[in-house]
């Protein structure tokens, strides 16, 4: 049997990954081994001898696997599928459909970037198993591979050039700054130290102190990786989509294609109403599925904080033609205020043709959106104190993310009427919904 023979492939979209691959894999492996050498091993006198040995024959053991690895690593894009072919004992091939592909990242970790190289990774629908990563290329390569990548999925030839863009945001650096001090979490964090602080203090006890480490810790990695992943935030507009850019140490570059985006949520934090500061999220699928669930919802920030006039700007293009004031929002009936006495009077909800929305919150005010064709399912919920009340929650439902439809405490008629109206329309909306290719708005 005569082994089938393929039509030789510009050399970007069939290869291996960059030679240094080995190294940059090597090096995060190195500093992660020193680390935990470091945290573990750091009073122990007797093993100081031979362990930074051990930890030498370690990286070198690792970077010599890393190698063959590299060795028996290889992709080719062709007859409409991204196939990549690893592994040494074990050989795995992983193929994803172009034309399914609904996300595109440009990813530099700080060892990659210092030799100029970056990652790719590809997701489509299906979570873990809908991913595929190429790391690492040169930044130049996987730049172009990616607009190839793009075209291809738009239907084109694979040497379209990539589309123009024209900047939409750019997030201030002391925005962010302030934006990751003065977030929710971050002031909870704040007021657990200086309670151990002040008792501490008080009670003439420094042994108090300890137990604001923990807080300390969780509290100002939490703020530095908000920092670090957000900082130099950049919002574009091109045909093939919002483009992001993003990452003070480990830099990203995403595109978020239209009609991927499945809803959307403006968020208000308490402190930052004094700056007039907002946030912008969205369920985007691709991200929707394994990134979500291993609680990387900074992948489905669209805007992380900013004024209101440039998450509305943000917001025309990711849901175009929705305007988010002219959306009328109705009250929940008084009775709610013995279900939810401090945020009844908050709660709202609405339609228009395109889109429903709901808002609320007293302390993190927040406003989510969902287009009607992208309502995957509707739920209605009856407790036992909401019906004595008469009252009833509607959620509705599409990929998973931080932004969540609920229309809490209506009335239980109108909950019904929304529960068949918006079916209605979800299935009238899909009917008549474009395709999903990428370049098609």
């Known amino acids: 049997m005569s082994t089938p023979s393929f039509p030789p492939l510009p050399p970007l979209l069939e290869g291996r990954p960059h030679p240094a691959t080995a190294f940059v894999k090597a090096g995060r492996f190195g500093v992660a081994l020193i680390g935990l050498a470091a945290v573990n091993f750091r009073d122990s006198r007797d093993i100081g001898r031979w362990l930074p040995l051990v930890l030498l024959a370690m990286v070198v053991v690792f970077s010599v696997a890393a190698i063959v690895s590299w060795r028996f690593t290889a992709y080719r894009i062709a007859?409409?599928?991204?196939?990549?072919?690893?592994?040494?004992?074990?050989?795995?091939?992983?193929?994803?459909?172009?034309?399914?592909?609904?996300?595109?990242?440009?990813?530099?970790?700080?060892?990659?970037?210092?030799?100029?190289?970056?990652?790719l990774k590809l997701d489509m629908a299906g979570g873990s198993e809908g991913r595929v990563s190429l790391a690492y290329l040169k930044v130049a390569d996987a730049q172009a591979l990616r607009a190839s990548l793009l075209a291809m999925a738009a239907g084109l030839d694979h040497r379209t050039p990539e589309a123009p863009e024209r900047p939409l945001v750019v997030c201030d650096g002391t925005a962010i700054v302030g934006g990751a001090l003065l977030s929710t979490a971050a002031v909870i964090g704040f007021c657990w130290i200086a309670v151990f602080i002040v008792a501490g203090a008080v009670n003439t006890a420094p042994g108090l102190l300890a137990g604001a480490l923990p807080g300390v810790l969780s509290t100002f990695s939490m703020v530095w990786r908000n920092i670090q992943q957000h900082m130099g935030f950049t919002v574009s507009d091109s045909p093939d989509g919002l483009r992001l850019r993003h990452g003070l140490l480990e830099t990203r570059s995403q595109t978020v294609p239209p009609g991927r985006v499945q809803a959307v949520q403006i968020v208000q934090p308490l402190l930052w109403r004094m700056f007039g500061w907002v946030r912008v999220e969205a369920n985007i699928a691709g991200y929707a599925g394994h990134r979500a669930e291993e609680g990387q919802h900074h992948n489905s920030v669209l805007l992380p904080v900013g004024s209101r006039r440039q998450a509305l700007v943000v917001l025309s293009r990711a849901l175009p033609g929705v305007d988010v004031d002219a959306i009328d929002l109705h009250r929940v009936p008084a009775r709610a205020k013995w279900r939810s006495p401090l945020r009844w009077w908050t709660l709202r909800a609405g339609s228009d043709a395109s889109?429903?929305?709901?808002?609320?919150g007293v302390f993190t005010t927040t406003m989510a959106l969902m287009r009607h064709e992208k309502i995957q399912s509707v739920r209605l919920t009856v407790g036992p104190w909401q019906r004595m009340l008469r009252l009833a929650t509607v959620e509705l439902h599409s990929t998973h993310g931080p932004v969540k439809v609920v229309a809490a405490d209506r009335d239980v008629f109108e909950a019904r009427r929304i529960l068949d109206v918006e079916a209605a329309l979800a299935r009238q909306a899909r009917a008549g919904a474009d395709g999903e290719r990428w370049m098609v708005r």
């Open 355 to 360: 889109v429903f929305a709901v808002r609320g």
């Open 79 to 119: 007859d409409g599928d991204v196939r990549v072919d690893s592994g040494v004992f074990i050989k795995r091939s992983r193929r994803v459909r172009i034309d399914r592909l609904q996300a595109i990242d440009v990813v530099q970790p700080l060892f990659a970037r210092a030799l100029g190289l970056a990652e």
